[in-house]
């Protein structure tokens, strides 16, 4: 998912660079949702990690 939310943003930057910037801000706006969601599964990853006895990486 983090990939993802990368390659969102290199859509981005690239079509914020060539001038299109309603594809630069829809790409922008999903690459920061990916990225939030990455957040948020992998804090949620940790914690049941943690609960089941293993240390967090």
């Known amino acids: ?3 993802w939310a990368l390659t969102f943003l290199v859509v ?3 079509a914020a660079a060539l ?3 309603g594809i630069a801000g829809a790409s ?3 690459a920061k949702i990916l990225f ?3 957040v948020v599964l ?3 990853a940790m914690i ?3 609960v089941r006895g293993r240390p967090p990486m």
């Open 1 to 3: 998912m983090l990939g």
């Open 12 to 14: 981005a930057l690239i």
């Open 19 to 21: 001038g299109f910037g």
């Open 28 to 30: 922008a706006g999903i």
């Open 36 to 38: 939030f969601v990455f």
């Open 42 to 44: 992998f804090i949620v």
């Open 48 to 50: 049941a990690r943690a």
